[in-house]
């Protein structure tokens, strides 16, 4: 069973590879779901290590309905990631009623041509999960990662078997909450792959800042936040 690990950092990434993990989806910001790792964070991972890497394209948080410019931001960092050698790319695009955006998908995967591509979570908000993991085939994804729908791939463990049963070229990646503890029955289940992230909280300060840096009212899946034009000009009305 291929064993991926989803790598937050340099470190994550080596100690994935320490463990044994065959392979890696490099990303940042593991507590909304994964964004595009910095150039930095991509030359140092390829740099320190061996087993092969899957990067993941997603430009912010939030929904996977993107404008112009964030798809245009997009398809450079796949080009990127083309140029620098990376072995696969995870990404897509979603409508915002859930329906597959094939035409913007397509494009994504025809830009990642010669390097593996996996369909991420976004698949988790589809509205019909065979008939989107059938239109993935035809695009030619290689590996489409789930929870099954449901919060943990256990508890949505009956979608995703069927899913496996109906695949015909793509494999299913059962992903979110998988761990040594349950591992074993997707194994059992007849899952060729697993997606994991293997992370246990390491404490850097030895005392509690005074004030967070964390904002729990930025986070919000039915949308983004944008800076305002008039909300700016307010503010320099009031200074210039």
């Not at 995703?160 to 194994?187: I, Q, T, W």
């Not at 246990?200 to 904002?215: D, Q």
């Amino acid at each position: 069973m291929l064993v991926e690990v989803c790598a937050n950092s340099l470190e994550s990434a080596m100690n994935a590879e320490k463990a044994g993990a065959d392979r890696i989806e490099l990303c940042s910001e593991l507590a909304v779901g994964g964004i595009t790792p910095s150039y930095g964070l991509l030359k140092s991972v390829k740099e320190n290590i061996g087993i092969p890497v899957h990067v993941l394209i997603r430009p912010r948080s939030g929904d996977f309905s993107y404008t112009d410019g964030e798809f245009n931001s997009m398809k450079q960092n796949i080009a990127l990631c083309v140029e620098m050698g990376f072995d696969g790319i995870v990404s897509g695009v979603l409508h915002t009623d859930f329906r597959l955006d094939v035409g913007r998908t397509k494009e994504l995967v025809e830009l990642s041509e010669g390097l593996k591509f996996t369909f991420h979570r976004a698949f988790d908000w589809v509205l019909d999960p065979l008939q989107t993991m059938k239109q993935l085939e035809g695009l030619g994804v290689d590996y489409m990662l789930s929870s099954g729908q449901e919060k943990s791939a256990l508890e949505g463990i009956a979608l995703l078997s069927r899913l496996n049963d109906e695949a015909a070229s793509c494999a299913v990646m059962p992903g979110g909450g998988v761990n040594a503890g349950n591992v074993h029955k997707f194994k059992d289940s007849g899952f060729k792959v697993v997606h994991l992230s293997g992370t246990c909280f390491e404490p850097k300060l030895k005392v509690v800042p005074k004030v967070s840096m964390n904002a729990a009212s930025f986070l919000q899946d039915q949308g983004v936040f944008v800076s305002n034009v008039e909300a700016i000009r307010k503010v320099l009305k009031e200074v210039k």
